[in-house]
């Protein structure tokens, strides 16, 4: 039994919270048949992986608490790798109360704390580190980027990469030992030179997997465009458009903005954290000045920054905001709808996106443009993505230990070096000793998981 499991056999909502049609309890645990038994007295177990219907009863008083499907999964071919039992309940709140409350009663069954199936699934053996923690994501995914590369992790995508680094220095390691063993053989000088090859190679592999833009860490996290402009370059109104509805205050005013509003918006399957920021320009006013200084911070923290010019100033592009445009900048042009044609020659550049938040004209080539640099720019790899800062960590330490490995004078310090990089490699899936790390990644679970 896992030392943070606190019960024997555990029993949660396997599904969403809530008033439902359905509702699935998981036991799973070795009391976990026994509690069925109870709650269907006289009745044989089911056939594994069979569903069958039985009425469920409160052993206690013998009141009938629901007409149930029920599943049972023999260890160890269930998800945790114990024995499991799956309880489909009509979803109302007194059933579910009721039959928890019979089920906890068992001696040995007790709630499931958060991530504890996933937990055992890890010390069963079923699952490493890395495709667990898939599991997290793929339960929070959103949008469309988001549940493939969770489904990408979880089918072992990561575990696969760092488990074939692990195995080839795994090996060099072993014919360092045998060096340091044999001392008084000579060893061939092609071990010697295989060493250094698979070294130098591993390193330039791990070099270039961190070196990715943090395009993992962004798809699970959310990209963040900023819109940045002029007073009434047209921001607001892009963002209410972007939103389809109405999150900003659209005013004649100049200065209406004072502080940056976000929105959350699935943008062609990416998460995307819009941000609409106050006007840029010269003020004497210590609130709207507070407000251009958090725009440029903004402006610097985010991924892509949408950079507005209002098409009714007839060709001019402000100083301001002109100054902010680099490789993560996009052109705008907006009111296209006051614009005539004179005017979008004397505007446009190389580039650059004209569209109308009023009347919708040129949103829908905005947003494939938007989908279309979040691809290129942070995506569009078909290598596996670091999608946590631990695993960046661990692996950052990994290619310090070789580093030092490949330049060692002796080769009991390449062994230890090389020691200490498979270790950190091994954190990252679980390979090692980690009931620290456990407790860390496991609470972030929902309850269920």
Excluded at 66 to 81: N, Q
Excluded at 247 to 274: F, K, Q, W
Excluded at 387 to 395: D, N
Aim: include cysteine.
């Amino acid at each position: 039994m896992s030392a943070a499991a606190g019960f024997e056999t555990i029993v949660a909502l396997a599904s969403a919270p809530g008033r439902a049609g359905v509702a699935v309890v998981r036991l799973s645990g070795p009391q976990a048949t026994e509690a069925l038994q109870k709650l269907t007295p006289g009745v044989a177990l089911p056939t594994p992986r069979h569903a069958v219907l039985r009425d469920l009863k409160d052993f206690r008083s013998g009141e009938l608490l629901d007409h149930a499907l029920v599943l049972y999964f023999a260890a160890p071919h269930s998800f945790t790798g114990e024995e499991v039992v799956e309880l489909h309940l009509h979803g109302g709140r007194s059933i579910l109360n009721a039959v928890l409350g019979a089920l906890c009663a068992v001696p040995g069954v007790g709630p499931a704390e958060p991530g504890a199936y996933s937990r055992r699934a890890f010390e069963h053996g079923k699952m490493d580190l890395t495709e667990a923690e898939a599991i997290a994501d793929l339960v929070d995914a959103e949008t469309t980027a988001q549940r493939r590369q969770a489904l990408r992790q979880m089918d072992g995508e990561l575990s696969r990469l760092y488990g074939s680094w692990a195995d080839r220095l795994k090996r060099t390691l072993a014919f360092i030992e045998a060096e340091i063993d044999f001392a008084d053989e000579e060893i061939p000088p092609e071990i010697a030179a295989g060493r250094h090859e698979t070294l130098n190679a591993v390193q330039a592999e791990i070099a270039a997997h961190l070196d990715d833009n943090h395009r993992g860490e962004k798809v699970r996290e959310g990209f963040t465009v900023a819109l940045l402009g002029a007073p009434n370059a047209g921001k607001s109104s892009l963002l209410n458009a972007l939103a389809r509805r109405d999150v900003a205050i659209v005013s004649a005013t100049p200065g209406t903005t004072r502080d940056a509003i976000e929105v959350h918006l699935d943008l062609g399957g990416y998460p995307v954290t819009l941000v609409d920021t106050a006007g840029l320009r010269e003020t004497s006013d210590a609130i709207e000045s507070e407000g251009v200084r958090r725009a440029l911070v903004r402006a610097a923290q985010a991924d892509l920054k949408l950079l507005l010019f209002d098409g009714a100033n007839r060709g001019v592009k402000d100083a301001e905001t002109l100054a902010l445009y680099d490789e993560s900048a996009l052109c705008l042009i907006t009111k296209k709808d006051k614009l005539n044609a004179d005017d979008l020659s004397l505007l446009l550049g190389e580039g650059d996106l004209v569209l109308s938040a009023q009347t919708g004209d040129g949103i829908d080539a905005l947003l494939a443009r938007l989908a279309d640099e979040i691809d290129r720019r942070f995506v569009g790899s078909a290598a596996p993505a670091l999608t946590r800062l631990r695993h960046r960590a661990a692996l950052e330490e990994t290619l310090s230990h070789l580093i030092r490995a490949g330049e060692a004078t002796a080769v009991e310090l390449c062994a230890e070096d090389l020691r200490l990089a498979v270790r950190a490699l091994g954190r990252i899936t679980g390979n090692v000793d980690v009931e620290d790390l456990l407790d860390l990644i496991f609470s972030q679970f929902c309850i269920g998981k």
